[in-house]
């Protein structure tokens, strides 16, 4: 189940390049120099040592205190290392010094979202929805759109999956979760159209079924009066996610 897994987690972007310097007169050399701690920070953390992670930021923090990315750095090896508090820190920090970076946004949105200040967390990640040349801007429209899902804003879920999907049209989880709206608002045939482009990838192998795309397949399937296909998706989500939501919704519906 990794690769269904690695589309459903918030991810943390770790991206090298992108956030401005601010304010700052730095030479070549300075700034060479920064920007190499800041990439040996990511390098650090990337392979899970988080004491060397923030040696490094705070070496390039040290040469240019102004540094966004290595404050951005710092937030994500705190928030590893279960500092919540500090890496909240330094994630305001980050916004603060590159307002337009929509990779800090989409971090910082992960690590509220997190949280469940869900509130909080949508603002965030609207604001990595907005530069159209944000290389993973597909997958801030979809963290967005699970976010208004926990404050039931339903239409505007709805349009950040749509979009999505426009960015690229084979995210499972956006399939998954259109289909499953359109469940809820009964528009049936739509709802199957978008469970079909899902079933699609499950069948070249792409990602794999997990509990919501099982407990939508069992809705579609009981509409459909198909029982067989129904009583299949019924078996793999209680053999597999016994202890999901999906699956005590199952077992209410059934008795």
């Known amino acids: 189940m990794r690769g269904i897994k690695l589309v459903l987690s918030f991810v943390f972007v770790l991206v090298i390049a992108g956030c401005a310097t601010q304010g700052s007169k730095e030479s070549s050399g300075e700034k060479a120099a920064f920007e190499a701690y800041s990439r040996l920070g990511f390098e650090y953390l990337q392979a899970g040592d988080t004491g060397n ?10 040469i240019n205190s102004g540094y966004a990315e290595a404050h951005n750095g710092l937030a994500l090896t705190f928030q590893l290392e279960g500092d919540e508090k500090l890496a909240e820190d330094y994630f305001r920090k980050a916004t603060r010094l590159a307002p337009q970076s929509a990779m800090i946004h989409n971090n ?59 960015v690229s049209s084979n995210r499972p989880v956006s399939l998954v979760e259109m289909s499953d709206l359109l469940l809820k608002k009964g528009s049936f045939i739509e709802s199957e159209k978008y469970f079909d ?52 919704k199952y077992e209410e519906s059934a008795r």
Request: proline share 2%; aromatic share 14%; glycine share 4%.
């Open 53 to 62: 992670a923030k040696h490094s930021f705070k070496r390039s923090l040290e």
């Open 197 to 248: 482009r899902f079933l699609v990838l499950v069948e070249n192998r792409r990602v794999e079924h997990y509990a919501k795309s099982l407990w939508v397949g069992i809705r579609l399937a009981r509409h459909n009066g198909n029982s067989v296909r129904s009583a299949t998706y019924a078996l793999i989500l209680k053999n597999m996610y016994p202890d999901s939501e999906e699956y005590r």
């Open 108 to 166: 910082f949105g992960a690590f509220l979202f997190a949280k469940q200040r869900y509130q909080e967390a949508c603002k965030q990640l609207a604001r990595a929805t907005e530069d159209p040349f944000y290389n993973r801007r597909a997958q801030a429209f979809e963290n967005l759109g699970r976010c208004y899902r926990y404050l039931n804003r339903d239409d505007a879920a709805m349009h950040a999956f749509q979009r999505a999907l426009q």
